[in-house]
């Protein structure tokens, strides 16, 4: 993939808060998983990361983080993203 400029939206920095997971997480699954057209003209690309640590009182082994995205012209702004725990 090309590099492009990405954007995050307000609603996607506050659910990657509360969801346990980073801009630079994000950035990965964007630049080096493959993209998923879904509705909408929207993105969708995941990848599964070593977490081994606890998440809410509860020991996971991998964290997976899906990203929703749009393009405009040469930028990609991420609309939310859901992190899965495993």
Known sequence: MEWRPILFSDHARD????RGTT????????R????????????????????QAIWNNKFY????????????GETIVVIT?????S
């Open 81 to 85: 993203v859901y992190v899965f725990y």
């Open 23 to 30: 801009e630079a997480e994000v950035e990965m699954v964007i």
């Open 61 to 72: 082994a991998t964290k997976i983080v899906n990203s929703i995205f749009i393009t405009e």
């Open 32 to 51: 080096d998983s493959p993209w998923k057209q879904t509705k909408l003209d929207r993105f969708e690309a995941q990848a599964a990361f070593p977490f």
């Open 15 to 18: 659910r990657m808060g509360k």
